[in-house]
């Protein structure tokens, strides 16, 4: 089972290798904007197969070319070293 993560790490990975997510409670998110609803659609299915290979899913919303992504382990109640690294693998796939 995944360790939650302390407040300094959260800090820390927001302020140096995820700086367009942001906190929110027990959660992160970043929201990213599409050239089209299609390619919101494509991103969704790319990260869709890397949480599914990870078996770590996010909380996906999609308005029209907006695309949030909500990342907590909900297991544990809080952040873990996996939403980071799904954080940082949904960064690559948005480019």
Do not use: C, N, Y
Not at 78 to 88: E, I, K, P, V, W
């Amino acid at each position: 089972m995944a360790e939650l993560l302390t407040q300094e790490e959260i800090d820390r990975a927001l302020a140096s290798e995820l700086p367009q997510w942001r906190q929110d409670g027990d959660t992160i998110t970043r929201s990213v904007k599409a050239a089209s609803f299609m390619d919101g659609i494509r991103l969704v299915q790319r990260v869709a197969e890397v949480a599914e290979d990870l078996d770590h899913h996010p909380d996906i919303d999609i308005r029209w070319t907006t695309v949030r992504f909500t990342l907590s382990t909900h297991s544990v109640g809080g952040l873990t070293s996996r939403d980071l690294r799904l954080a940082g693998d949904i960064d690559h796939l948005a480019g």
